[in-house]
Structures are given as C-alpha cells and as structure tokens.
C-alpha cells in the first residue's frame, strides 16, 4: 500500500497513513505485519479509525531495522501488509459499562481505533475515562488529540514520570490516576496495554476499585513472525499470541504472566 501521508508524532515515533484501495475490514485491536521493503517485517496494531474507508493507520516507534525502515517512509513509498491478524478489544461486551483505558507510553497506539469506535457510539457505553503516562511530557502520544477526545465526552487522563516546573498535570505512575478517575468499578470494564509490569500495578489498582480481574482486558506483545499461528514465535504457554490474542482477558492470562521466561 502506499503512503499517503506521515506525520512525525514523538522524536521517534511517527504515523503513517496508508491508501487502501480495496476495503480494509478490521476491528480495533487487530494488527498487520508491515515491511518497508526488504527490511523485515513487524506486527503492528492499526491505529486508525475502523469506520473510514480506504485508509489505514499505523503508529510506529522506530526502535529497531523494521522499525526505523518503516518510519523512514515518505508519502509516495510502498509497505507491504499483511492482516488484519488476531482479535479485537472485546467492545460489545463493554455496552451499558464504564469503560476505563488504560495505556503506558505507545501502548495508547493499539488502544486509539477503539478510543474512536468508543466515541463515536458513546451513548452506548457509560462513562468513558483515559489513563495515559508517559516517561516526560515529550513523550505523550496524540497530546494534540486528547483536547478534541475530552470535546467528545472522553475523561482523559494524562501523567508522567518526570517533568520540569512548565509542566502542570500529574506527576507519577499510571496506575496511581486509577485511585482518583470517576467511574463506577462495580460495573466498569477496563481495556489495559503497556509494559506487563505496568499491567501488573494496573491490575492491583483496577481491584481496589472493584474491577475484577475477569473485567480487564489487555494487549500483549511477543516476538512475531507469521501473524497466523504456524511459525510458534509468539508462543505463550498453550496459546499463541497472534491467533489467541493479541488482547486476553486478564483472570485467563495471568497464570502465564507469572512464569518467568515463558
Ligand atoms: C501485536 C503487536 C502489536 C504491536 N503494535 C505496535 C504498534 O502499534 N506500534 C509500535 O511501534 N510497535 C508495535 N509493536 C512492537 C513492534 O512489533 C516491535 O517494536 C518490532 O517488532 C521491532 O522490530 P525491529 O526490527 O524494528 O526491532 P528489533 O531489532 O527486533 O528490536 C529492537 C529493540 O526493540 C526491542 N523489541 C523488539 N520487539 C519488541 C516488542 N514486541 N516489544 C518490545 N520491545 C521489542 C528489542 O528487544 C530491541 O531492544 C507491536 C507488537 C505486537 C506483538
């Protein structure tokens, strides 16, 4: 597909939109492998809006030879794409329920399709609340977005681990903005993605709340190479991420977070 436009998010970080000319069915959560010719190919989750037609989005962070390839692309350059792969954010179940977002970092990027899909219909749902940190203000994911997220209905949430003395908003790990977000944790459900450890306190905080570990969902990441459950890579125990997940329910996924090396 080519690129249609690239637009540099983060020092390292950029979104590309690429031109579908077929319709491109996907459901928030899924991913593509994606390659800039001839510098290997990646698993990344679309990021872009599962309604429009004719494009599709990716948000990359260029930390390694497919990566930095791929976000080297300009307008008019070609990726090869395969997908959509694995299964989406659980959104139908989240009907009538609070729907509390989780991300850590460039985990916002696979949780973006869902945040529009959530905002378009938000009278399904019940309160819409974002939890989003980042390591310093210059790393936080869509800042010129969130303003028209909040216009919509979302309560979002931004902090950051450190910060200089411009910046006016929290300071501190994610999982502490869970303690102090509105939402009725008895019947919220919540859609969690970043570094497991972050999971893990994420997973705590949701509890003390009320939100049982059968009511979280989150997005994991292995090593992928196929996309479609034949080369192993991605094993976890009995499942294999790119066909079972990537999003798991937490009560179900847990036992095999806690097993080192697995
Ligand atoms: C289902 C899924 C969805 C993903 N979605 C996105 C996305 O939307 N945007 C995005 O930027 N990235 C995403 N990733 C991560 C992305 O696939 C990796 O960053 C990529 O495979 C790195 O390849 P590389 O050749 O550029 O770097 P490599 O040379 O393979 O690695 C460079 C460095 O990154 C580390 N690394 C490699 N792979 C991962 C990984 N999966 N997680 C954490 N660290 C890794 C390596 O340990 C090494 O330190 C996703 C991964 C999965 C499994």
Redesign the pocket.
Known sequence: MPVRAARQDLADTWTLELESADVFPFDPGQ?TMLSALGA?E????I?GDSAANGTLV????A??????AICRSQPGDVLTVRGPF?NAWPLGEAVGRDVVIVAGG?AL??LRAAILRLLANADRYGRLVLLHGGRSPDQLLYADELEAWRERGLDAWTTVDSAGPEWLGHVGVVPNLIRRAAFDGERAIAFVCGPEVMMRFTLTALERRGVTADRVYV?L????QCGIGLCGH?QLGPTL?CRDG?VFRYDEVEPLLRVREL
């Open positions: 991913f290997g990646v698993p990344i989750s990021s990716h948000t990359v962070r930390v390694g030879l497919a990566t930095r694995g460039i990027a696979p997005s990441e292995r090593n992928m991605c991420l990537p």
